[in-house]
């Protein structure tokens, strides 16, 4: 789990979007990058040649649920 304190210093390496936090990972707010960072062992991997681009409809479907719990 990551903390909210840190959450809100974190930013996409690729895009320097905010992140949300989703599903044990951390998701770019960019629409253009749609970046997804996995957590290992509660550290997160921002790595961009290890990160994943979603699917814009999955991506939506994300960033929807984290403006609903905003």
């Given at each position: 789990?990551?903390?909210?304190?840190?959450?809100?210093?974190?930013?996409?390496?690729?895009?320097?979007?905010?992140?949300?936090?989703?599903?044990?990972?951390?998701?770019?707010?960019?629409?253009?990058?749609?970046?997804?960072?996995?957590?290992?062992?509660?550290?997160?991997?921002?790595?961009?040649?290890?990160?994943?681009?979603?699917?814009?409809p999955?991506?939506?479907?994300?960033?929807?649920?984290?403006?609903?719990?905003?």
């Amino acid at each position: 789990m990551i903390s909210d304190e840190l959450l809100n210093i974190l930013r996409c390496p690729l895009s320097k979007a905010p992140l949300v936090f989703h599903e044990g990972f951390l998701v770019s707010t960019d629409p253009e990058t749609r970046r997804r960072y996995r957590i290992e062992d509660n550290f997160p991997v921002m790595l961009i040649d290890e990160s994943e681009e979603l699917a814009q409809p999955e991506w939506q479907k994300i960033i929807d649920a984290a403006k609903l719990k905003s």
